[in-house]
């Protein structure tokens, strides 16, 4: 079975703050992304990966960088955390597979984030 | 500007009341639909993907159709255990992995 695993579930920052979210991924996966989950607002891709070292922005990066020295590993980073970043994160991968490939994406459980 | 669209918001069903959840989208040259279901406080789990219009898929009681506009998850006889939020999601080409996702369908199952 697939496994994305989101280093914490909960996690509660000050304003300001340099936060680190980590994700790791045990399949081997060439893609990796992170999307950040609000009511009402559905799912938003913040960046995503193709390969090591490589990133891309998705539809919401302000605010927001990453960071993938292993394949294994996507690390998002709030480089100054504020009260509008709270919200739930979700982190995926997948295979690059062919154009007409299969790509699942696979998420990880979820880190709820509270900016105070 | 790539759009998908889920409806209703909400559905409130009886335990056994069947019904259909409705995922309408704007790709052009669709390179794959996904349905996911997602349980509250948890991440999305991969439920089917649709390639092609007039495509099937199926899961215990779920049914997952797809057409050139439209996609439809077909619940029947629905259990409390299958209440949850269903998102569904587009590969438009070009876009290697990326998708693009609804707000989802809130389904909640009464016994």
């Known amino acids: 079975d697939v496994k994305v695993t989101q280093s914490s579930r909960y996690l509660v920052k000050r304003t300001g703050e340099k936060v680190f979210l980590e994700c790791v991924q045990d399949m081997d996966h060439e893609n990796m992304f992170w999307y950040r989950q609000d009511p009402g607002l559905g799912l938003r891709l913040i960046y995503f990966s193709y390969d090591v070292k490589m990133k891309e922005k998705g539809d919401i990066p302000e605010g927001y960088s990453v960071s993938r020295e292993k394949k294994e590993r996507f690390s998002l980073i709030l480089e100054s955390a504020s009260t509008n970043q709270t919200s739930m994160y979700l982190c995926?991968?997948?295979?690059?597979?062919?154009?007409?490939?299969?790509?699942?994406?696979?998420f990880g459980a979820g880190t709820r984030l509270s900016v105070l | 500007e790539d759009q998908v669209t889920q409806s209703p918001e909400a559905l409130r069903l009886q335990e056994g009341e069947s019904s259909s959840l409705n995922c309408s989208y704007t790709?052009?040259?669709?390179?794959?639909l996904f349905w996911y279901r997602q349980d509250p406080g948890k991440g999305p789990e991969f439920l089917f993907t649709l390639y092609s219009a007039g495509e099937e898929k199926e899961k215990e009681r779920l049914k997952a159709t797809l057409t050139k506009k439209e996609s439809f998850l077909h619940i029947t006889a629905p259990k409390p255990e299958d209440s949850a939020t269903y998102l569904c999601?587009?590969?438009?080409?070009?876009?290697?992995?990326?998708?693009?996702f609804g707000k989802g369908i809130t389904l909640s199952v009464r016994p």
């Open positions: 790709v052009s040259g669709l390179r794959g």
């Open positions: 995926a991968s997948s295979t690059s597979g062919s154009p007409s490939g299969k790509n699942i994406q696979y």
């Open positions: 999601a587009v590969r438009p080409p070009g876009a290697n992995s990326k998708l693009t």
